[in-house]
Every structure is written in structure tokens, then in C-alpha cells.
């Protein structure tokens, strides 16, 4: 009897449920409402249903409870979103109440950041930026285009007002202040549209977009600015909060919970929710509370610049590039030596510059996480440089004899002093300008130098920072969100780790040179300026014997049937030893022993000892070798002049030798007996002087060897020799030995 009179009292309560809470909403009771909903729900949850009918009242129960809980809802949003309007703090702390009491706060909360972040949404959205159209239903007369770089920071000042106005407002209403301002700021956030990414992108289409990448810094320093005072809002909540306190009432517990999973009809403030914001949900309990912590929300606002820090080695590579340009001066008749210098020297202050800037904006914007795109973009960059300076030198050289020599002039002391040599004007001329630039290009790798150290000190402090976090991620940033993106980021790679041991590997004796340089393709393009100019220079110096040897492998003296009697000795062949050379090779060799001459007066001149080791290690004007231990070659540049100088005149004489001996003797067609022996006494005369100026004869004294021999002997060592060299196979050819 005790269980049917309890039966049929739920019944009868469960009858008047719909009445009495229409009734009460229409007196706006709505505290009372939810009471009497908050109550029915907790008896639902503890009643069983009967034996053999298993459910058959609680679904339809749970959806009239769904229901009055809509109807309630719906009578009070706008209430609510007037009073979170109005900044009604006493209100909104009322409804807050009954929310929770029919267990919708995330319902609520919804409200509550919908309503707050409409004024940022509307400033972001009806903002009209350059290279975007105008919102539709935007006046034609208002759609003034405004630069991202000025509005962002105007919009971040504003979203930062409503949040330090919302930290004595949301206390005052959640009993979480914390997690729930952290909230908003993610639920604006991922609602903008469009979204800050692509906006930041746009800056990168349309001409100058290289220049961008300057805009993106200043947008990222406003952005920490902005993280900085959002931290410190946060930071005051969460020192004035005593606890953070569970919002769940007390008499939603156990079976009877009005979820939102169990509604028949969804929230209207549901509705308008983004999936980030449902996303939350899921992870926040039965609730529907929102946890996200202060790293979450810093992870949101720095997000949209992760992906031009991972591309800051591209972006910055484009921007220098940018800024870079031609060389200024251009091959545009005569080019005065020092001009051309001087130009290259104002034109390196303006890239390193450049250069320093970028060491900074790497800084900044990724905290020296993109040390290794940095190091590869200025090497690129400073190797650019140079090698557009190099290509200069090599036009130069091509087109000198087009130039116009009307203008150049040259010192009348030295023109006096030189008077005999058979250099003109224009020669002169390219030789001061060789000197001029290997000049600057000495003082161009001591300021690369002293840009290295630079570079150095700056990752040194970074790959330090790496080397001594306790939990072996580096977190830079004005928040800890900030720099878990760069760690999580591909920026944290091998090679970044490569690159700071190198860094922090003390600069001793043992470390070698290779290993020590941070820009090794900028040292490469300056030897080989280097080189260009030490070509040019010897082409020209040699040029007068160049010129001297063009006819010499077509003189009649191959083809002479016989040598000229000597006064006294007709009839007596005179042994080939004693034969004068001929006039062309006196000419050669009287140049050859000028040139230490020209030496002395140029060899306090700086310019010729650099990169000394690059000219030492070739034979001139043909590339060298790039292998080799060239350490104490490199090692002259610091020596006396008297080293520098035997060094040129070393290089001069294996650069005059291989012309000789490739380009000159192998055009000789015939040698009879007689051009032989003026052959072989020529070659003699130039090995003493070669073997003077400290060059090994080499190819030269295989020459003179096979000219000198008679016709049997070299029939016989040819015929001899299973493999004849290339000379011996040319002496053969000439002499006839084979028909």
C-alpha cells in the first residue's frame, strides 16, 4: 500500500511539473522554475521503474524535463544577454544561478562569451585591408583601405581593453575567473574570420612582397606585447581567486543531469558555438565547463605566425635578396679602378647592415629557432654579393678591349719610370683597377669577419640557453605557450642542435678552419673574386709576351733546311748550345726579367698578398687544383713583401710556361735539324730565366730535351717507348720521325 500511495504521488507531481513551471514562467519566477525542475530532476534520477516495464516513464519524463528547461531558457536569454550587455554583473550573477541550477552553464557560458567578443568580431570583420574587397552592404564612399600592420595593433589594444574591463567582471560572476577569462580569449580568437593567418598571409602576395616579412615582426612584437598584459590579467586573477571551486550544483549529480547529450532539442546558444568551443566541451567533465589553461590560449594567439617562423630562412633569403639588387656600377665605357672600388665598398656597408638586421628579426621572431635558415640565407645572401662583383670582374676583362681608353690615365712618374715596357695605357689602367678591388676585397672579408663574431656571439647565447634547460625543451617567449609551439615546431630540428655544438665547440688550436667558418660559400665567393682579379692582373702583365708568342709557332726557322755559317766557320755545323735565341724568345725573356722590376714598386701594395694562396695553388689564368693543404700557402698573405712578390712571379712564370707549352709549341708543324737546334736554344734561354724567377721548368725541359735530340735518337726513343707522352708524340709528329 506504502509503495502505491508513493507511486501515485510521483505521479501526481510529475502531472502538475508542466503547469506549475509554465505558471512560474510566466510570473517570471524563474529562480522557482529552476528549483522545481532541479528537484524533479534529482527524483528522476533516484526512482526506479517498475518490475517487467523497464523505462517505460523515464524517457518521456527526461524530454518534458528537456523541454521546460528550453522553455525556461528561451524566456530568460534575453534577460541574460542584456544584462552581460549592460555590464549588469548582479543579473548575470542571478541567471549564472539558474543555469546551473538546470545544469546548463556551458549554455551560459556561451552567452557570456558570444556577447563579449561581438565587438571584436565586428572590429575585425567589417575592417576593409588593403587587397581585400569590401564587406558586402558596405558603403562605397567608406571603403578605405588600412594597412594590416597599422590596424592590427589598434584591434589587439582594443581586444585587450574588454579583457582587463572583464578582470573585475568575470570574478564577480564565475567561481573559475582564471580558466574562464582564458576562454574567451580563445573563443575570440578561433572565431575571427577570416582568420589572422590568412590575413598574414596576404601580406606576401603583390609586389614588394619580400618586404613583408618586416610588417610580420612588427605584428609578432605587438602580438607578445599584447600576451605580456594578458599574462599579468591572468596572473592577478589567479592570486585573487582562493580556490578555483567546482561549479557544479549541488543537486546536479548521479542520473538526473539535464546534459546536453540527452536533450531532444539542442541550445539555442549551442547553436552558435564553434567546434574549438565544442571541442572544449568535450574535455570538460559533465559540466560542459571549458578548461583551458593559460597555455592553450597563448598556443591560439601565436599560432597563425608558426608557419612564417618555420619558412624564416625563405622568407628572409627573398627579403635580402630583395634589398640586394645589381651592382651599381655598370660596364659603361671606362671604368675607373677606384670608382669600381669604391662602389664595392659603400655597396658591402649597405649588406651588412642588411645582414645585422636580419641576425635581429631571427631573434625576435623566433627566439633563434631559425638559426640554421638564418645562417643559410646570409651566407647566400654575402656569397650573392660577391659573385655579382666577380661576374663584373669577368665582363670587364671580356670586354677591355672595347673600352673606351680616352679617359685613362695613369701616373706620369711611373709612366716615365716604365717607359720601356711595352704596357699602354689601358693597361695600366686594368691594373689599377685589379689592385683597387683586391684592395676592397681584403677589407671586405675583415668586415665578413667581423660580421662572423657577431653572428657567433648571437647564437652562442641561444645555443646556451639550449644547453642548460632543465627539462631539456627550450621555451622562449613572453608566455610558456609561445615557445612550446617553436619546440614542437620542425625549427626544432638536428640540424639546429648540429649548429649550436658547432657554436658553443671552443675556437681552439685543434678546431679546424673549415669547421670554424659559419658562411663558408661568402669565403668561397671572395677567394674567387680574388682569383678573377689575379687573372685579370696576370693576363694583362703577360699580355705584351702573349702577343709577342702569338706568330712564334709559324716563324721559318722550323723549315730552315740549314743553319746560317758563322762568320769564320764555313763549313762547321755550330753545336746547338751555342746558338742565340731567336728575337721573339729574347723579347719574352727580356719581358720575364722586367717583371720583378714592376714588383718593387708594387709590392708594398697590400692588395697583391690576398688571398696569395688561392694564386700559388694554380697556374693563373687556368683554375687550380682545389685540393691541397694551402694553409702556409694562405699563411703569405701576413709575410713580407718579398714573399708576396716571389709568389707572383712564381705564379706569372708556371702561367707563361703553360701557355707556351699547351697553347704555343703544339701549332709548330715541321722542325727540320735546324729549327730544332734554334728550338732547343731557345727553350734553354728560357728555362735559366724561368728556373731565376723560381718556377720549375716541368713541360718546358721535356721540350728542350726531345728538340735537342738528333734524328736516330728520337727515332729510337719513340719507337722505344711503349706509351710516348703527348710532347714526345708532337716532337715526332714535327721532326718526321714516323715516315
Known sequence: MEAARDVLREAESWGALEAEVTTLLAEKSYARAASRLSASAKLMSVSRPAAGTPGT????????????????????????VRAITTNDVELCKSLYAIFVDIERESEFRNYYYGTRRTPIMEAWNQIILDGESAPTGTPQQQQIPEKLSSFYPTFLSLFFSMLNGERHTIPAIFPDPESTLAFL??????????????????????????????DMVKLFQVTEEFAKGTERILEKLRVSSPSV???????????GKLSRRRSMRMSMSWRSTSSVSGSAKQQSGSSGISVVDAMEWDQCLFQPFLDFQVDFGTLERRLLDEALGPPVVKLQGAVDGD????????????????????????????HGYASVGLVRALDGYVCAFVDAWTNCVIDWGNASSETNTSALSYNGAEDEEFADLDYTS??????????????????????????????????????????????????????????????????????????FSRVLQPQSSGTSAAASILLPSSHSALTSFARANQRTLQRVLLSPLFVHLNAYSSLSLWSASRQEPVPGFAGVNVPAFSLSPSETIQRVGDGLLNLPRLFEVYAEDDALGFEI???????????GPEGGDSSALQAEQLHSPEAVTSAWLSSLGRTMLAHLT???????????????????????????????????????????TYASMGDEEGRADYLAAENPDDILRSIAKMRRWLS
Open 613 to 623: 694562396g688561392a694564386l700559388a695553388m694554380g697556374d693563373g689564368l687556368s683554375p
Open 662 to 704: 699547351r697553347n704555343i709549341l703544339p701549332q709548330i708543324r715541321v722542325l727540320t735539324s735546324a729549327g730544332s737546334a734554334q728550338l732547343a736554344a731557345d727553350l734553354g734561354y728560357l728555362s735559366t730565366i724561368i728556373r731565376a724567377l723560381g718556377v720549375e721548368e716541368g713541360d718546358l725541359e721535356r721540350w728542350r
Open 57 to 80: 516513464t523515464q524517457e518521456p519524463r527526461r524530454a518534458l524535463l528537456t523541454s521546460l528547461a528550453n522553455q525556461l531558457e528561451a524566456a530568460i536569454s534575453p534577460d541574460l
Open 426 to 499: 689601358q693597361d695600366w689602367a686594368h691594373i689599377q683597377r685589379a689592385l683597387h678591388l683586391l684592395a676592397t676585397a681584403r677589407a671586405v672579408k675583415e668586415r665578413l669577419g667581423v660580421f662572423e663574431t657577431r653572428l657567433r656571439g648571437a647564437l652562442n647565447q641561444v645555443a646556451v640557453a639550449f644547453h642548460t634547460v632543465v627539462n631539456g625543451l627550450y621555451t622562449p617567449g613572453v608566455t610558456k605557450g609561445e615557445g612550446i609551439l617553436l619546440a614542437q615546431s620542425t625549427l626544432n630540428s638536428v640540424e639546429l642542435r648540429d649548429l
Open 245 to 255: 571551486m567546482s561549479v557544479t550544483s549541488p543537486s546536479s549529480s548521479g542520473e
Open 185 to 214: 580569449i580563445h573563443n575570440t580568437l578561433t572565431a575571427l574570420t577570416p582568420s589572422p593567418g590568412q590575413r598574414f598571409a596576404a601580406l606576401f602576395h603583390g609586389n614588394g612582397s619580400a618586404s613583408a616579412l618586416k
Open 339 to 366: 670608382r669600381a672600388a669604391r662602389a664595392m665598398r659603400e655597396r658591402a656597408v649597405d649588406v651588412f647592415s642588411a645582414a645585422e638586421e636580419s641576425i635581429d628579426r631571427c631573434m625576435t621572431f623566433t
